[in-house]
Structure formats: C-alpha cells, structure tokens
C-alpha cells in the first residue's frame, strides 16, 4: 500500500503529442454550437458571412434508453469529433452549466459534457459556454423564450428551409449567439470567458 500512495510501481503512459495551437480569435469563421445531453445532444455548425451567417450542417447525437452510459459517452465522443474533423470550426459555444433539482440528472449531464468537450479540447477548438438566457436573449430578444420562438428565429436568421429539431435549434442558436459575441469582440468589448 505504501509503494502505492508514493507511486511506485505505477506505470506511465507515453507522453501525450502536444495539442495544436489555438486559433487566432479574430480568424474564427466557423463556429459549433454544441448542447450536451446524454440521449440527445444537439450540435450546429455555422460559417460567418456577409449578410448573414450560413448553417453547415446540424443535427443531434441520439443515443437509445436501452444503451448504458459507457456507449453513449463513447457515440458522443465519437461523433463530435467526426463533426469537429469534417468541417473544421475554430471555436465552439456550449450551454452554460444549469443547477439540476436532480442530482442524478446533473451528474448524467455532466457526463455527456465532459465527452463532448474532451473531443473538442483535442481538436484545439477554443470552447467558451453561454448562459441559456443570453442565448435566447441574443437571439430573440427575450431570455425566457420558449424553445419553439427560438428555433423559429433560428431558421429565419439562417434562411432554413424547414424547421431545425429543439436540440439542433438549440445548439445552432447558441453558435449564432458566439457569432454576435466575437463580433463584439472585435468591437472591443469584454468577451465571454473560456470554459
């Protein structure tokens, strides 16, 4: 026991290949919406135009009741690192921490977060998170929408032509929200901090 506390006997693993650099903040023209849950995790991404920003892509990461924690945390994983490799965003915005009545629930989530931003991390995106209210006060002007005025809006803001499922609104909402603050950013105003 004693040889354990102090480490002996313990084996190393090799070095981890350093992770490339983070990308210049004022370069970022493509951003990744991410709302993590364990059964369905939202993901949009955009590219930042002129007049108005582009979706590339959205979706959400479905995982089925009978799947147990490991598998789903894997898919999670896995997939959003197939989303990070296949278009290339330098940055991500993920959903603000919530304070869950449920402790279980909480825990689950964390889970499911922690997947997904270990996939970020490693591809170098820059990840900062958005309070839910700022979220749908950037884009609808209220922070206590409802989920369906800020899917609408979603889809209008970026010319959809059919209506965005609640987890992929989300996370193509909090992507457009990023959007507005980088442009702030630039504006010289205080930016969001990095998760």
Not at 63 to 74: F, G, N, V
Not at 130 to 143: S, W
Not at 181 to 186: A, P, Y
């Amino acid at each position: 026991m004693t040889a354990r506390v102090q480490g002996a006997g313990l084996r190393h693993a090799a070095p981890h290949p350093a992770l490339p650099p983070l990308p210049a903040t004022a370069a970022h023209r493509i951003i990744l919406g991410l709302d993590p849950s364990l059964r369905g995790t939202g993901y949009g991404v955009i590219a930042t135009r002129t007049p108005q920003p582009v979706a590339l892509t959205h979706g959400t990461i479905v995982c089925p009741r009978d799947w147990p924690h490991s598998r789903c945390l894997a898919h999670i994983a896995k997939t959003v690192r197939e989303v990070a490799m296949t278009f290339q965003p330098t940055v991500c915005a993920v959903e603000g921490l919530f304070f869950a009545q449920n402790l279980k629930t909480a825990l689950v989530m964390g889970e499911a977060r922690g997947a997904a931003l270990a996939a970020l991390a490693e591809a170098g995106l820059e990840i900062y998170e958005i309070a839910p209210r700022k979220v749908k006060q950037a884009i609808v002007g209220y922070g206590a929408a409802q989920k369906l005025a800020v899917a609408k809006m979603v889809q209008r803001l970026l010319g959809l032509a059919v209506l965005p499922s609640a987890d992929a609104a989300d996370a193509l909402a909090l992507a457009l929200a990023q959007a507005q603050n980088l442009e702030r950013r630039r504006g010289h105003l205080k930016p969001l901090q990095p998760v």
